[in-house]
């Protein structure tokens, strides 16, 4: 297996890892970025982006991507595909794996693999990616003002995905699997008070349907242990809100996660309990999840790297 020895590493891609690679560039560092499964990140399957500040008319998630790669380029980030398969932070230089085939010895590591939004798993998910199903309010509820929408989740985060939506949308159903709400009580309250919001109990998503995009929802109703109610629910759009999965596994053995998997830094920066390397991005995340916070978080993690390499004599 060959080796090559780097002094920043910044494993994936999106907001983050693009703009840690920008600041690392800038700084004469020689930055190493590997894409990993999704080059450009989640904001690659968003259709238009309209919150991220310096585009008045909006912008294309994919094109947003593109920008910062090219930016990243221009400052002689060393852009490669490959995904991390392993890796081991117990000493310095820290060994990287990618593609189970090379092994990357970096004196510093900017982990920036993001989260990957939960999905219910139905074929039609995929079918209207990006028309009308969503795993982000903040991100594409703007789209839907004055419509219906549906979503689907009975903890915290379905509740405030649908409190947010209930403020721009002219209705907002919540598909709840079980016969009750797994929120804290403040938000249950929010909802079941919110007079744009009616919570669907005992309700599944087994479809989705629309010529152009969603135009509608196919709904299973349990009725009492053994009956069922099948029928269609006309919605605009389809936010999932089931969670995310942090791609943290392969850091598990040597980091601080929380329990859903999310990387624990010290508050207020990017910096793991191993010095050297950093989290930025949604993979150490679970509160806001946007395009640039993200960038804000990458911006950090590259600073923080720059000053630990020349504080080690590393540069």
Not at 93 to 102: A, C, F, G, L, V
């Amino acid at each position: 297996m060959s080796t090559e020895k780097v002094k920043c590493l910044i494993i994936g891609s999106g907001p983050a890892g693009y703009t840690a690679a920008i600041y690392t560039g800038r700084a004469n560092i020689a930055p190493v970025l590997y894409e990993g499964l999704q080059p450009g990140g989640q904001l690659t399957i968003t259709t238009e982006v309209e919150n991220f500040p310096g585009y008045p008319e909006g912008i294309s998630g994919t094109q947003l991507m593109e920008d910062l790669r090219k930016q990243a380029e221009r400052f002689g980030a060393d852009i490669r595909n490959g995904i991390a398969t392993s890796a081991d932070l117990s000493k310095r230089p820290y060994r990287i794996t990618i593609d189970d085939e090379k092994v990357i010895e970096a004196e510093t590591v900017i982990i920036s693999t993001g989260a990957t939004a939960k999905y219910l798993g139905l074929e039609d998910e995929q079918k209207y990616a990006g028309m009308g199903v969503s795993a982000c309010a903040t991100c594409d509820g703007f789209f839907y003002r004055k419509k219906t929408v549906a979503v689907v989740g009975g903890g915290d985060t379905a509740c405030e995905e649908a409190v947010y939506l209930a403020g721009l949308a002219k209705q907002v159903y919540l598909i709840v699997r079980k016969p009750f709400l797994r929120a804290s009580k403040i938000m249950q309250a929010r909802v079941m008070n919110h007079p744009n919001i009616k919570v669907l109990f005992e309700h599944n998503a087994v479809g989705l349907y629309g010529e152009n995009g969603v135009e509608g929802v196919h709904l299973v109703k349990r009725q009492g242990e053994c009956n069922e109610e099948r029928y269609d629910l006309p919605i605009d759009g389809f936010f999932l809100a089931i969670g995310h999965k942090p791609n943290s596994d392969i850091f598990k053995d040597y980091l601080d996660t929380d329990e859903v998997g999310y990387i624990i830094t010290e508050a207020g920066t990017p910096r793991t309990k191993v010095p050297g390397v950093f989290a930025a991005g949604d993979v150490a995340d679970p509160h806001y999840r946007q395009a640039i916070t993200a960038a804000g978080s990458g911006c950090k993690a590259a600073i923080e790297a720059e000053r630990y390499l020349s504080a080690n004599d590393l540069l």
